[in-house]
C-alpha cells in the first residue's frame, strides 16, 4: 500500500469520505487516483468516527485494511488501559528512579501503544507486518509521540533481545493461521501462556488483551502471575478482558467489573469475598429488580454483589436481585417492578392485555428469547421491560417493569 498518496487520492478522500465504499467501488476510478487506497483510507475513517473520534478528527491520520480497524481498541477502553497502567505505575515507582520503559509486543494499528506511550520516558512498538509499521511510524509522528520506537519484527522469536522493561503490553490475536476465530490464549498468536515467564523476566509488569468469551477460571490456572482481571464494558456489553500479571504472586486476585459509558460504578470484589458472601434467596419481589451488568456476570461476583447492596436474589441460579430500598449505585440495570404472574393461561391472558411489544430478557428460564416472544405475540421494543425468570421456590415468573430514572 502507498502510505504518500498524490493529491488526486487525498482530494478524492476529502470528498468522498461520508460516502458507502461498496457503491465508490463500482465506479471507474478518476484519472491518478490510487482506489483501493482511497477505499481503505475512507472506510478506515467511517470506522474511527464511531470508535476513534479524536483520531478522525485529526488530519492526515492513515488507516489500516478492515481487519486491523476490527481488533483494534476502541479509545473509551485505550483511555481505561491508560488509567490502569498510569495507577500501577504510580504505586510502583519513585520519582528518582530510572527512566521509563514501555515494549508492545504485537503493535497492531498502535491505539493502545499511542495511549500507554505518553506514560513512559522510552516506547518501543514492535510489529511483524510492514504495512502496519509503516502507518504506525507515520501516525505516531503524526500524534507527537517522538519518544517511540518502531521495530518491524516478530518480538516472540527472540525473547531474549527485548530491552529491560517497566511494562509490556501484549494483545495476541484471536484468529488462528486460517483466519478463524479462536478464545483461548494457548490458540492465539502469540502464545501468552507459553511467553509468560519471558514477558517477566523482562518486565515487571504485564498487560493483556484478551477476549471477553474467555473462561476465567481457567486462564487464571494458565497465568498464575495473575494480580488483577479488568472485565471492561462498553454501554452493557463486554469487549475485552484485561489481565495484569507482575512477578510478585499476589495472595488474592482482585477483579474489576467496569461498565464504561453507563454511569456505572465499578466494582471491585476478590475470590475470597466472593466465597465468604452469604446471600439470601427469595421468591417474594420487591418493589426494585436489579440487574447486573455485563462485568458482573462475566466475574462471577453473583454473591459479593448482593451482600454489599443488601438485596436477595431470585434464586442460585437466576442473576437478578431484588429489593424494597432503592440502591441507586448498584452496577447495573435498575427497574420498578409493577406486576409479575406465573405462567398459567388464565393468568397470562390479563397480565398481556393491551400489550403488543416488550424488551423481553430471560434469565433461569427454560425457554429462548425467541420462543418465549412467539409464544407470548410480542414485538421486540416499547417502554415495558419484561423478565422471564426462576425463584428461590422453583416457580416459573414473568416480571413487568419500567427503567428507573437515572
Request: glycine share 4%; charged share 25%; hydrophobic share 35%.
Amino acid at each position: 500500500m502507498n502510505e504518500c498518496p498524490n493529491e488526486a487520492t487525498r482530494a478524492f478522500i476529502l470528498a468522498h469520505q461520508q460516502e458507502d465504499t461498496r457503491r465508490l467501488a463500482l465506479k471507474k476510478p478518476p484519472k491518478d487516483v490510487d482506489m483501493p487506497f482511497a477505499l481503505q483510507q475512507i472506510e478506515g475513517w467511517q470506522t474511527a468516527t464511531r470508535k476513534l473520534p479524536s483520531w478522525a478528527a485529526k488530519e492526515g491520520v492513515l488507516y489500516p485494511p478492515r481487519l486491523s480497524m476490527e481488533q483494534c481498541s476502541s479509545e473509551i477502553t485505550a483511555q481505561y488501559k491508560q488509567k490502569i497502567v498510569r495507577q500501577w505505575m504510580m504505586s510502583q515507582h519513585t520519582p528518582d528512579s530510572a527512566p521509563t520503559t514501555l515494549i508492545d509486543l504485537t503493535g497492531g494499528f498502535g491505539i493502545d501503544f499511542s495511549f500507554l506511550a505518553p506514560l513512559f520516558d522510552r516506547s518501543i512498538y514492535m510489529e511483524r507486518q510492514p504495512g502496519l509499521c509503516r502507518i504506525a511510524a507515520h501516525n505516531f509522528k503524526l500524534l507527537g509521540l517522538t519518544q517511540a520506537k518502531v521495530c518491524q519484527t516478530d518480538s516472540t522469536l527472540q525473547p531474549e533481545t527485548w530491552p529491560e522493561a517497566d511494562c509490556c503490553f501484549i494483545d495476541p490475536s484471536r484468529r488462528d493461521t486460517a483466519g478463524r476465530k479462536t478464545v483461548s490464549i494457548e490458540n492465539c498468536e502469540p502464545d501468552l501462556a507459553r511467553l509468560q515467564t519471558a514477558i517477566l523476566r523482562k518486565a515487571r509488569f504485564c498487560m493483556a488483551k484478551l477476549s471477553p468469551m474467555l473462561d476465567i477460571r481457567h486462564t487464571l490456572q494458565t497465568l498464575p502471575h495473575t494480580a488483577e482481571v479488568h472485565a471492561v464494558s462498553v454501554q452493557g456489553e463486554c469487549k475485552e478482558l484485561l489481565w495484569l500479571m507482575s512477578r510478585e504472586t499476589s495472595p488474592d486476585i482482585t477483579f474489576h467489573c467496569v461498565n464504561l459509558g453507563a454511569g456505572n460504578p465499578d466494582f471491585i470484589f476478590t475470590r475470597e469475598e466472593e466465597t465468604a458472601a452469604t446471600c439470601p434467596y427469595t421468591s417474594v419481589l420487591g418493589r426494585y429488580l436489579y440487574e447486573p451488568n455485563p462485568s458482573i456476570m462475566k466475574c462471577g461476583a453473583f454473591r459479593s454483589v448482593a451482600a454489599r447492596h443488601k438485596m436477595e436474589k431470585l434464586h442460585p441460579n437466576t442473576h437478578l436481585y431484588t429489593s424494597d430500598k432503592l440502591q441507586t449505585d448498584f452496577p447495573g440495570r435498575i427497574f420498578i417492578v409493577e406486576n409479575h404472574t406465573r405462567f398459567g393461561k388464565k393468568e397470562l391472558k390479563p397480565f398481556l392485555r393491551d400489550m403488543t411489544q416488550a424488551n423481553l430478557t430471560v434469565r433461569n428460564f427454560p425457554e429462548t428469547v425467541e420462543s418465549l416472544r412467539k409464544r407470548l405475540k410480542l414485538k421486540e421494543g416499547g417502554d415495558v421491560y419484561l423478565f422471564a425468570s426462576t425463584l428461590a421456590d422453583g416457580s416459573h415468573v414473568l416480571i413487568r417493569c419500567r427503567k428507573t430514572e437515572q
